[in-house]
Nanobody, 124 residues
């Protein structure tokens, strides 16, 4: 499956941005879809995931209470609504599919497919 991410851009601290990921080719290759980000000079870290089959969500600690992930199975899209953005949210965000529930692991060993990445910059 090819994952097409969109929606990145420049936003001021405290602002909002919505990322979208679409599965071109019609369907996800794995049940769990999510986002991973990589800030300049830092390691990749998980952001959030959602299950296509049961809709259960998972958020990593750094974004809990600020980000919301949703899925539209009819359109094969996953959206990430990012609110109360902070400068430390600045990163390239990658849409991924994961072989297991992200609460157990979200790493290069568990990721099935990667999108091309979209840059989010939070700055005044």
């Amino acid at each position: 499956v090819q994952l097409q991410a969109s929606g990145g851009g420049l936003v001021q601290p405290g602002g909002s941005l919505r990322l979208s990921c679409e599965a071109s080719g019609g369907t996800w290759d794995y049940d769990h879809i999510g986002w991973v980000r990589q800030a300049p000079g830092k390691e990749r870290e998980g952001v959030s995931c959602i299950s296509a089959s049961d809709g259960r969500t998972y958020y990593f600690d750094s974004v809990k209470g600020r980000f919301n992930i949703s899925i539209d199975n009819a359109k094969n899209t996953v959206d990430l609504q990012m609110n109360s953005l902070k400068p430390e949210d600045t990163a390239v965000y990658y849409c991924v599919t994961n072989k297991i529930r992200c609460r157990y692991a979200l790493s290069p060993l568990t990721v099935g497919s990667w999108g091309q990445g979209t840059l989010v910059t939070v700055s005044s």
